[in-house]
């Protein structure tokens, strides 16, 4: 039996919707319907319509794949969010997502609901890599394929910022105000890189379209957290066994979650505040902290795990040499952070150990390990860069990134291959394999642009380092030379 409105009355310890779910209206475009979407912001959305205003339904757009889409819309768009803390456990089951739509096949479905009058948030999750942007610069990458067909033409857009902006070119003609974008991907600056992804496309079709986008238009900038691991065959098994029916789309996550929201809107918006959503005029400071304080370090664990082996991040924690690494990393990006005022980095510190040590979340080094070239810039190449100004060490970050570049070469310290999931991976793993030596490879990476800026790759002495902690990892391994740095 598959979770449906039909058969919520045969949930078993599972919380369903606590709404009329035929009250509820589309007011929500999200596009890139994943896990995080799911257990982050549609729990948010979910709890509006709860707390009475049924405006906040979701229609999930997939860019990509149907794979979604075929989970959720057989369970009327139902799925549970499955909270796990410890051994304490909790099943909510999520009813704000209407449909589901794939745009490749009808990329003029999801501009129309895009333009729909009653849509007035347009949310996005499609990975740092889904802007199509330069990692280091955050321009629009006008030559990749598809952004330069979404420049010629919007008849069938493909990319995130083309479908924004054929939506709002129907919106400006039909006489209705743009919606907010809201980026809720780990990209630094996020709102204000999508708003010029979409400024910058939307002058290669129409300059006064631009301007009114540039002047009506609203992307706020946002912090986005909660850990979601990917779900796997055996948590689908076991949720069935514990609440009576099937839920292909079921998300597992922590207690923990947070969003921060630059409060720049252009139109109508759930009460955010009431939600525990924090509304600021300055979302940076949060970013900041959160970038390079958890996924810096979540970074570092992924690639001297998974080079050692280790699947589960808290696995790594739960080793005293990992804890220090992680404590040192901490130390050194510290000093780089203008704390948001209320936060106290002590606390933020302990409480984010005490997440990544969580073991009910099995949260895969791999996952993390995914798009790396998109991530380091703002995880860890900006915190060196703000560490070398002012003369400090990089020990734990530059052990970091030694482990994203022996990560490139596919070979783990068992000898064993793998995929290095990266949108630039062709070039790295060409830039790895280029020198007869450490110091060779870490030129040659070092001398990709759209990853590392001039200040770092022009730093012979950050090079020297980098290149003694790669030949340590290459000669010792990832954990024994993580090991030696912890003490
Ligand atoms: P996921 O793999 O479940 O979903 C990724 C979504 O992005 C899918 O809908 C996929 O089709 C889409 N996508 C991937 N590459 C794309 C591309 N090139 N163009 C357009 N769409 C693309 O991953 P998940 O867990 O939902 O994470 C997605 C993003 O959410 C992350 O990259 C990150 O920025 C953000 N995030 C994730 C958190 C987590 O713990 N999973 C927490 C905080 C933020
Ligand atoms: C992780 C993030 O996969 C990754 O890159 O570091 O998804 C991380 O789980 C979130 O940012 C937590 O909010």
Known sequence: MRLADATLNRLIDAAPPAYDRSAVRTGVV?????????????????????????????????LRSAGVRDQLVPQDGLYSIVVRDGDAQRVQVC?????????????????ALLADADVHLVTLTVTEKGY?????????LVDEADVAADCASLDAPRTAPGF??????????????????????????NGRRLRQAVLTLARHHNE???????????????????IVPATTDADIAALAARIGVGDRAMVKTEGFSQWVIEDVFAGPRPDFAALGVQLTADVAPWEEAKLRLLNGAHSGLAYLGGLGGVDFIDQLVAEPAGRRFVERLWDEAQPTLTPPPGLDLAAYRTALMARFANAAL???????????????PQRLLETIAARRRAGASVDALGLAVAAWMRWQGG???????????????DRTAAAYAAGPD?????EALMGIEAIFPAELSGDAELKAMLARTLAAIERDGALATMRDLAG
């Open 30 to 62: 999200h596009l890139g319907i994943g896990a995080f979407h799911r257990a982050h912001q549609a729990a948010v959305f979910d709890a509006a319509i709860a707390a009475g205003d049924p405006r906040w339904g979701i229609a999930g757009v997939s």
């Open 95 to 111: 009813g704000a997502i209407r449909t589901v739509l794939v745009a490749p096949e009808d990329p003029a479905a999801v501009v």
């Open 132 to 140: 199509r942007l330069d990692p280091a610069t955050g321009a629009l």
């Open 164 to 189: 924004l902006v054929a939506a709002l070119a129907r919106r400006r003609a039909a006489g209705l105000a743009p919606f907010t974008a809201i980026s809720c991907d780990n990209l630094p600056h």
């Open 208 to 226: 006064g379209l631009a301007e009114w986008i540039a002047a009506e238009g609203a992307f706020p900038q946002t912090m986005v957290d909660r």
């Open 362 to 376: 099995q949260h895969r080094t791999r996952q993390i390990a995914m798009d790396g070239s998109q991530k380091l």
């Open 411 to 425: 070979v783990d310290d068992r000898g064993e291959s793998f995929t290095v999931d990266d949108p630039l991976a």
């Open 438 to 442: 450490a110091a060779a490879r870490v």
